[in-house]
């Protein structure tokens, strides 16, 4: 069963810290994105990656960073937490346009700010 | 600017009859459109896709409905259970070679 995972499902962190949200998936997809979700405001982007070693900026970047070392692996950064980012974060792959390319989702990690 | 849209927020259907869930999209360069089911507490799950040289594809008690004249998009399930209940969202790829275009979603929820 092909799969997005995301490391954890809950976190509760301080503000200030330094956060590392981890995804992995097995599907060899080229395409990785990182979204959050808060009620009534939907889906919003913040990174994605359309290959290893390249990032892109969404819609919401700011307070966020990404790194992809590796295909399988994509990592979204929180150089100093704040409570504004106290969210769901959703990871997913995808293959590139031009093929059947729905995304993959992981199950989300629950992050809190204190 | 390109949005995906939805016409309702909730909805709520009886048991074991169909529901219709209705999107409204604008960028005229997109081909290629999906609905996810997000059940609570979980990521959304890929239910089913049309690209836009169709107007009606069948999965299992779903059908997507595409009407590009009105650029509009529905997803129709069938017998509705409880375990449908669920927040489902409709994208489209707005001519990306990358990005989705995210609708709000709509809460779908049934009643005994």
């Known amino acids: 069963d092909v799969k997005v995972t995301q490391s954890s499902r809950y976190l509760v962190k301080r503000t200030g810290e330094k956060v590392f949200l981890e995804c992995v998936q097995d599907?060899?997809?080229?395409?990785m994105f990182w979204y959050r979700q808060d009620p009534g405001l939907g889906l919003r982007l913040i990174y994605f990656s359309y290959d290893v070693k390249m990032k892109e900026k969404g819609d919401i970047p700011e307070g966020y960073s990404v790194s992809r070392e590796k295909k399988e692996r994509f990592s979204l950064i929180l150089e100093s937490a704040s409570t504004n980012q106290t969210s769901m974060y959703l990871c997913?792959?995808?293959?590139?346009?031009?093929?059947?390319?729905?995304?993959?989702f992981g199950s989300g990690t629950r992050l809190t700010v204190v | 600017g390109e949005s995906v849209g939805l016409h309702l927020p909730t909805l709520s259907v009886q048991e074991g009859d169909n529901s219709i869930i209705n999107c409204a999209y604008s960028n005229s360069a997109s081909d290629y459109f999906i609905w996810y089911k997000q059940e609570s507490g979980k990521g959304p799950q890929f239910i089913i896709d049309?690209?836009?040289n169709m107007d009606k594809r069948q999965g299992q008690r779903v059908t997507v409905l595409l009407n590009k004249t009105v650029k509009h998009l529905s997803l129709q399930i069938a017998a509705t259970q409880p375990g449908d209940s669920a927040v489902y969202f409709c994208a489209e790829n707005g001519g990306s070679n990358y990005q989705l275009i995210w609708g709000a979603g709509t809460k779908l929820i049934i009643k005994p």
């Open positions: 049309i690209r836009s």
């Open positions: 997913a792959s995808s293959l590139p346009r031009g093929q059947p390319y729905g995304y993959t």
């Open positions: 599907m060899d997809h080229e395409n």
